[in-house]
């Protein structure tokens, strides 16, 4: 082979930079993005100065946690010229308002989870997550590498947005419950705290659902307003002491199978920073979705283990015949809603591709290795 003069290589450099400048739009295709124009020159000096609002509580354990490492990521590595301010919900616009305030431009981040804007996006909440749909890692397959990515900047362009992954869930436990449920009958009237999809699937099956914000849940577990409630799983279920006042701890979270947690950024504010800081900033949100999921799976496996000593508390499997019924209502409330929204038809045909896809992947290896190996 040739050997390539210094000219040569600097130019083959400078073109491999520019088709480097990914920003997940191609980042399993390898074609070139439409941010690819270099404007690191413009202006290297500059400071940026941004703000990032979440929807979480202030100072809340991994979720709020995994935002504030992110910022100091991206401060690092852009050598202090990109500083980003984090607030708990609440302390800039109220939690729900994250939206709108990224989309105007009045804040240029938000932390959340997708399936927040379905009263606004309702295409959106296949980002977040379906009830019986992919885990985490098939999750990140769809958006990384399968099309998803695109299909999400395509619900928030109206909006100036785009939306990363910045984190999942895993798989969340089913919920605390104060009745058994032993069969379908049991979720008649069950009054119970579950948002989303999946509370759509339970007031289908029968049961009362009771939206009620994450500081008044235990309150009214506590008191019987609700009979059960939904949160996260071992770790920040723990910390919210409902082991202390519900009877039984139901799994598996089918209403939750890998809850991406999102990160919105305002389009055109991205687009106007320097290159090198779009990567940088890109890059740290795509570090902040390892941790998140990192940070899950080893806290609720040390805290599963706390739980399981409390005495008095019962840990119970659904029964078949209910995850069965919630499976077929579940199918119910997603055709109503694609069928009524042409975007939402659009984002699910490409997520149950690629669901099937996966799951016959999955056969061979992930579920043979759970039931036969470890
Ligand atoms: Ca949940």
Same mark, same amino acid.
């Given at each position: 082979?040739?050997?390539? *003069?210094?000219?040569?290589?600097?130019?083959?450099?400078?073109?491999?930079?520019?088709?480097?400048?990914?920003?997940? *739009?191609?980042?399993?295709?390898?074609?070139e993005? &439409?941010?690819?124009?270099?404007?690191?020159s413009?202006?290297?000096?500059?400071?940026?100065?941004?703000?990032?609002?979440?929807?979480?509580?202030?100072?809340?354990?991994?979720l709020?946690?995994?935002?504030?490492?992110?910022?100091?990521?991206?401060?690092?590595?852009?050598?202090?010229?990109?500083?980003?301010?984090?607030?708990?919900?609440?302390?800039?616009?109220?939690?729900?308002?994250?939206?709108?305030?990224?989309?105007?431009?009045?804040?240029?981040?938000?932390?959340?989870?997708a399936?927040?804007?379905a009263?606004?996006?309702?295409?959106?909440?296949?980002?977040?997550?379906?009830?019986?749909?992919?885990n985490?890692?098939?999750?990140?397959?769809?958006?990384?590498?399968?099309?998803?990515?695109?299909?999400?900047?395509?619900?928030?362009?109206?909006?100036?947005?785009?939306?990363?992954?910045a984190?999942n869930?895993?798989?969340?436990?089913?919920?605390?419950?104060?009745?058994?449920?032993?069969?379908?009958?049991?979720?008649?009237?069950?009054?119970?705290?579950?948002?989303?999809?999946?509370?759509?699937?339970?007031?289908?099956?029968?049961?009362?659902?009771?939206?009620?914000?994450?500081?008044?849940?235990?309150?009214?577990?506590?008191?019987?307003?609700?009979?059960?409630?939904?949160?996260?799983?071992?770790?920040?279920?723990?910390?919210?002491?409902?082991?202390?006042?519900?009877?039984?701890?139901?799994?598996?979270?089918?209403?939750?199978?890998?809850?991406?947690?999102?990160?919105?950024?305002?389009?055109?504010?991205?687009?106007?920073?320097?290159?090198?800081?779009?990567?940088?900033?890109?890059?740290?949100?795509?570090?902040?979705?390892?941790?998140?999921?990192?940070?899950?799976?080893?806290?609720?496996?040390?805290?599963?283990?706390?739980?399981?000593?409390?005495?008095?508390?019962?840990?119970?499997?659904?029964?078949?015949?209910?995850?069965?019924?919630?499976? &077929?209502?579940t199918? &119910?409330?997603? *055709? &109503?809603?694609?069928?009524?929204?042409?975007?939402?038809?659009?984002?699910?045909?490409?997520?149950?591709?690629?669901?099937?896809?996966?799951?016959?992947?999955?056969?061979?290896?992930?579920?043979?290795?759970?039931?036969?190996?470890?």
């Open positions: 082979m040739k050997k390539l *003069n210094r000219k040569e290589f600097l130019s083959k450099g400078t073109l491999a930079l520019a088709g480097s400048s990914l920003l997940l *739009n191609a980042a399993c295709s390898g074609s993005s &439409e941010n690819s124009q270099s404007s690191i413009s202006n290297p000096q500059k400071t940026y100065k941004w703000k990032m609002v979440t929807t979480w509580p202030p100072n809340f354990p991994i709020g946690d995994g935002c504030k490492l992110m910022a100091q990521w991206v401060e690092k590595m852009s050598g202090g010229r990109l500083k980003i301010q984090v607030y708990g919900g609440g302390e800039l616009v109220p939690a729900l308002e994250a939206f709108d305030a990224v989309s105007s431009g009045a804040a240029e981040m938000a932390n959340g989870g399936y927040y804007w009263g606004k996006v309702p295409a959106a909440q296949f980002f977040a997550t379906v009830p019986f749909g992919m985490a890692q098939q999750v990140n397959g769809w958006i990384l590498c399968g099309g998803g990515q695109e299909l999400w900047d395509e619900v928030y362009a109206p909006f100036n947005l785009r939306g990363f992954p984190g869930t895993g798989v969340q436990m089913g919920g605390w419950f104060n009745k058994p449920i032993n069969s379908l009958a049991d979720l008649k009237g069950l009054k119970m705290r579950i948002p989303g999809l999946g509370g759509k699937v339970m007031s289908k099956a029968g049961a009362t659902v009771i939206n009620v914000a994450g500081g008044e849940i235990y309150t009214n577990l506590e008191r019987g307003v609700i009979d059960a409630t939904e949160w996260l799983g071992p770790f920040h279920d723990y910390t919210m002491g409902f082991h202390k006042i519900a009877k039984y701890y139901y799994y598996p979270g089918w209403h939750e199978p890998g809850t991406v947690l999102e990160t919105l950024v305002n389009k055109s504010k991205l687009a106007a920073l320097p290159e090198d800081l779009q990567e940088i900033l890109v890059t740290a949100i795509m570090r902040q979705n390892t941790w998140t999921l990192a940070q899950f799976e080893s806290r609720n496996s040390e805290f599963l283990a706390k739980i399981m000593e409390e005495e008095g508390l019962e840990l119970r499997v659904f029964p078949d015949e209910v995850l069965a019924k919630l499976r &077929e209502l199918q &119910e409330s997603i *055709n &109503e809603l694609v069928n009524s929204n042409p975007m939402a038809r659009k984002i699910y045909d490409s997520y149950s591709a690629y669901k099937q896809k996966a799951q016959a992947w999955s056969e061979l290896t992930e579920k043979i290795y759970y039931e036969k190996i470890q």
